[in-house]
């Protein structure tokens, strides 16, 4: 169990549901840990399934042992809560968080979180995080979207939380999953307010201390950053940021 809770802005909550792309889920938990914050994640029993399909992850949802979920990321910063526990810290407005980010997001929760259902601990953080104005991040996952998803997504920014979909960028040329992976991953930090370098940016090749990215495998010449003005941008690459 990590320790209590001393400043906001030392942790987040993840919510991690049975949408595909757990994957990014488990990449945004670790990148936090590594970068230093307390991670607290509960997980849907649809996710629990979805984490064994994809990634082959097994969780027992009883003991819920956050070895797998951390990797080589320090487990001590990370604790997965029954996402039945409504009487859980992050479920009160009173508890210090600094944001909440829910990756991937089913359809599910995300219409019940843009309806205000707060039927488990995941929905419940997400409502609280929207109530006292903190920052709520939510990685939808689905295609084609009904025009019910869009209406979800259109209320739940509305309300003031940040839609990051999972959609795979490719001007970053990437090579392996990981690298797709990795993009999306930034992006949900950045739409958190989180200081990361864990992936490449636009133009950009420098690594501020104590970050765990770049990795090592995009050092290399067909790096966005390393192209001539022109070879690649639809323009002269300033402001490119999709
Ligand atoms: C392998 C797998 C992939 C799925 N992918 C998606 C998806 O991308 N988006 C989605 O909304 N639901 C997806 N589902 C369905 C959800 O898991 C299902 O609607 C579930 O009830 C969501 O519950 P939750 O919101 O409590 O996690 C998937 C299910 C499985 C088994």
């Not at 969780?59 to 039945?84: E, Q, Y």
């Not at 205000?116 to 609280?128: F, K, M, N, P, T």
Request: hydrophobic share 40%.
């Amino acid at each position: 169990m990590n320790p209590p809770p001393t400043r906001i802005e030392d942790r987040f909550f993840v919510g991690i549901t049975g949408a595909s792309g757990v994957i990014y889920g488990v990449r945004v938990v670790r990148a936090l840990a590594i970068l230093g914050y307390f991670v607290e994640v509960a997980i849907t029993d649809a996710g629990y399934r979805v984490l064994q399909i994809e990634l082959g992850m097994r969780i027992d949802p009883a003991t819920r042992d956050a070895g797998a979920l951390a990797g080589d990321a320090p487990v001590s910063r990370i604790r997965i809560f029954n996402n039945r526990s409504i009487d859980a810290g992050a479920a009160s407005g009173t508890y210090p968080l600094r944001g909440v980010i829910v990756v991937p997001c089913s359809m599910g929760t995300l219409g019940r979180i843009a309806n205000g259902y707060a039927s488990c601990l995941i929905e419940r953080v997400a409502d609280v995080a929207l109530k006292e104005s903190r920052p709520l991040v939510v990685v939808p996952r689905e295609t084609p979207l009904s025009k019910i998803h869009l209406d979800h997504c259109n209320r739940l920014a509305w309300a003031g939380a940040r839609i990051v979909p999972a959609m795979p960028a490719f001007y970053h040329l990437p090579k392996t999953i990981d690298d797709l992976v990795d993009h999306l991953a930034g992006k949900i930090l950045d739409a958190a307010g989180v200081e990361h370098n864990i992936s490449k940016r636009w133009g950009v090749l420098s690594k501020p201390p104590g970050d765990p990215g770049p990795r090592p495998d995009l050092e290399d010449d067909a790096a966005p950053g390393n192209l001539a003005p022109g070879d690649l941008a639809p323009h002269d690459g300033e402001g490119c940021d999709s």
